[in-house]
């Protein structure tokens, strides 16, 4: 790893630990809205940490070796996150269904788990590397899920500049999508310019899908286990599934032993 990637991961670090901070002391948890301090604050120190991200990426492309190999760290976040994205659906049909966008979500999300299975069992054979069964066309429909979230985010949630998490669940989702979409072409469809694309948007997942998300996610914990687990439980679930492809992110760019080709 760089200097300079280690220096973004760390300043990814420190903006989790502020967020948590944020959540804790100074932010309504319910609305979004900022009960201290200046609310642009936040997106300056976000917009900051995710533009450092990018262009760090950009500096250095990822060769698709190292992806095309087994990868253990990688494997466990991808079947975490398929695991925790079928919990999610289960949990949303059990609690929240009832309308069309929330059927056609449950359903991109069992496909987005059916890829990351397949992607994660790639990466943790011992037998050498076979590329993820169905191919590119699971791949589109599986990221499609983050396009969707991206919809229903202006459709169901009337944000503001001044509601913090909506808005910025906006830009978690957006980078997701980038993350799996550049994964999708630098596994099937490998080319020399897919690598600068891909390192950025790890890097920009990692910062957003788990830095920012995780202070959230153990808020939303916390609410779970002192009132009702029901309430808060799809939104849990959706949001440690994205900590691990957030944590997937940071894996792609580490240094792991290729195993065999």
């Known amino acids: 790893m760089k200097p300079l990637e280690f220096v973004v991961i760390l300043l990814c670090v420190l903006l989790g630990l502020g967020r948590g901070a944020d959540l804790a002391f100074a932010t309504d948890a319910a609305t979004g809205l900022c009960t ?149 072409r630098t596994l099937y ?5 897919n690598g600068r694309t891909l390192h950025a948007a790890a890097l920009a997942a990692f910062c957003l899908c788990l830095c920012w998300e995780l202070p959230r996610v153990l808020l939303l914990l916390a609410a779970g286990l002192g009132s009702g687990a029901a309430a808060v439980l799809p939104e849990l679930l959706s949001g440690l599934a994205l900590c691990c492809i957030g944590g997937m992110g940071l894996a792609c760019i580490g240094k792991e032993k290729a195993g065999n080709n």
Not at 45 to 62: E, I, K, Q, T
């Open 189 to 193: 469809l490998p080319q020399p310019e």
């Open 36 to 184: 201290a301090g200046a609310v642009w604050w936040r997106y300056l120190a976000l917009g900051a940490v995710v533009l450092a991200a990018v262009l760090a990426g950009r500096s250095r492309p990822l060769p698709p070796e190292p992806l095309r190999s087994r990868r253990p760290a990688a494997g466990v976040l991808a079947f975490a996150g398929a695991v925790c994205m079928l919990a999610a659906g289960a949990a949303q049909f059990v609690f929240a269904a009832g309308t069309v966008s929330t059927f056609v979500r449950i359903l991109l999300e069992v496909i987005c788990a059916v890829w990351l299975s397949n992607l994660g069992r790639s990466w943790l054979r011992g037998d050498g590397w076979k590329t993820p069964a169905g191919g590119l066309p699971l791949a589109i429909a599986g990221s499609a899920l983050f396009y969707w979230n991206v919809l229903m985010r202006f459709m169901e949630n009337s944000s503001s500049w001044h509601r913090v998490q909506p808005t910025a669940a906006v830009w978690q989702e957006l980078a997701a999508l980038l993350f799996l979409a550049a994964l999708a």
